[in-house]
């Protein structure tokens, strides 16, 4: 993506400049879907934390969250990743319960046909499991969104992306668990 500068006239951010001061000091611009991700992430009360790389096409998030599970014996942390990619208008949000980290190789095995269960009943984003073989599997849950094309409502879609995930994380991690430990 080019400069907000560059962008058509008929976009929402047409004409608006905005950079920031890396931890080094450095001035870097803040481009069109890093910046609808800073706007949603401000707009709703938080700190500006978002870093964003040296030549502003990649800029990453990071917060934890505590997720409403229906048992209150599972750890209820989540770990959770955003990252806007510039060249491909592209945010992707990467969730990683603490109640799905450190899985035991069996317990990976259990869960590759739960989470195939799951991913067909949601209707937005996907968990996914991985495994080294060594005992120490995880799941995690991924959604992207791209602005690529939206004129007007990228903060918007910022906001599905953080809504829609977060009640699909707490709906699919309680069916898991529910499944994996019951």
């Known amino acids: 993506m080019s400069s907000m500068i560059d962008l058509p006239e008929d976009d929402e951010f047409s004409g608006i400049r905005f950079s920031q001061l890396d931890e080094d000091g450095n ?3 803040v ?15 938080n700190e500006d934390t978002i ?14 969250l505590e ?7 599972i750890d209820s942390d989540c770990s959770v990743w955003v990252e806007a990619f510039e060249p491909k208008s592209m945010i992707r949000l990467c969730a990683y319960p603490v109640a799905l980290s450190n899985l035991s190789d069996s317990q990976v095995q259990h869960l590759y046909p739960l989470i195939s269960s799951v991913n067909a009943r ?5 968990f996914e499991i991985f ?43 309680n069916e898991l668990i529910q499944q994996l430990h019951g």
């Open 51 to 64: 870093d964003i790389s040296e030549d502003s096409d990649h800029a990453e998030l990071h917060f934890d």
């Open 131 to 173: 495994s080294k073989g060594d005992g120490k599997g995880f799941a995690r849950y991924k959604a992207t969104v791209s602005t690529d094309g939206i004129k007007v409502g990228k903060i918007q879609m910022v906001d599905v992306l953080f809504s829609n995930s977060r009640g699909t994380i707490e709906a699919g991690l």
């Open 122 to 126: 949601i209707t937005f984003g996907s």
């Open 67 to 73: 997720l409403d599970l229906s048992d209150e014996e």
């Open 27 to 29: 001035c870097v611009e």
């Open 31 to 45: 481009k069109s879907t890093t910046y609808a991700l800073m706007q949603f992430w401000k707009g709703i009360g």
